[in-house]
């Protein structure tokens, strides 16, 4: 069974202060490992998938990374406006039953104080 | 341009009655799914849909009945409803599993409270 485990739980930064997210994962067979983040009340927001080791994408002053058994994202000089739910997945071997299903991390709670 | 709707977005309701919850999405997808977001903001899968055909049932009491009349809606029924099943549904959407990207994308959630 795939699972995915994230950490920390929570994170307080001031604003600039630069941080990194961890999300480790097992799957039979990695098809994407996908990063999404929520606000409270709101749904997921897609933000970035990755597909294999090595890889890395960016998008403003959020970058992920992917190794064979994690993934990181890293948040370069944050500001208040990254507070959120950061939220890893993983989509496993698509030829497989219930092979298009994400299975979720628990989240990372980040605050980012002025 | 509201990709993927929820309605409603707030449903407070007592201990054994039924209740649907309706999704609906514009990107074009051909695949559609339920997840839960419980107390402890796990999200998990509980249906998917590829083009109105059942794919996924991840062991979901049967009193959750989903229902896809065409590729762009998929709606939730719950009978008799419970204590445990207050929590956020969420519905998503994303293109078959065979295209070169498969992201979902979420709807707003509908906030499900059960008395």
């Known amino acids: 069974e795939d699972q995915v485990t994230q950490s920390p739980e929570a994170l307080r930064l001031q604003e600039g202060e630069s941080s990194s997210l961890n999300c480790s994962y097992t799957?039979?067979?990695?098809?994407?490992l996908f990063w999404y983040r929520q606000d409270p009340g709101k749904g997921p927001e897609f933000l970035f998938t990755?597909?294999?080791a090595g890889e890395e994408k960016e998008k403003e002053r959020l970058k992920a990374t992917l190794t064979k058994k994690e993934s990181f994202l890293h948040i370069t000089a944050p500001k208040p406006e990254d507070s959120a739910t950061y939220l890893c997945?993983?989509?496993?071997?698509?030829?497989?039953?219930?092979?298009?299903?994400?299975?979720f991390g628990g989240g990372t709670r980040v605050l980012v104080k002025p | 341009d509201t990709a993927v709707s929820q309605t409603p977005k707030y449903l407070v309701t007592q201990m054994g009655n039924d209740k649907s919850i309706k999704c609906e999405q514009n990107?074009?997808?051909?695949?559609m799914y339920w997840y839960k977001q419980d107390s402890k903001k796990f999200l998990k899968i509980m249906f998917s849909?590829?083009?109105?055909?059942?794919?996924i049932n991840e062991t979901v009491p049967n009193r959750f009945s989903p229902k896809s009349p065409d590729k762009a809606h998929l709606n939730l029924h719950i009978n008799s409803l419970e204590l445990g099943d207050s929590a956020v549904y969420f519905c998503?959407?994303?293109?078959?599993?065979?295209?070169?990207?498969?992201?979902?994308?979420f709807g707003p959630g509908t906030r499900l409270l059960v008395l």
């Open positions: 998503a959407s994303s293109r078959p599993v065979t295209a070169l990207q498969e992201t979902q994308y």
């Open positions: 799957v039979s067979g990695l098809r994407g």
């Open positions: 849909y590829n083009n109105k055909e059942l794919i």
């Open positions: 990755l597909y294999s």
């Open positions: 990107l074009g997808h051909d695949t």
């Open positions: 997945a993983v989509q496993g071997n698509p030829f497989k039953a219930a092979g298009n299903k994400l299975t």
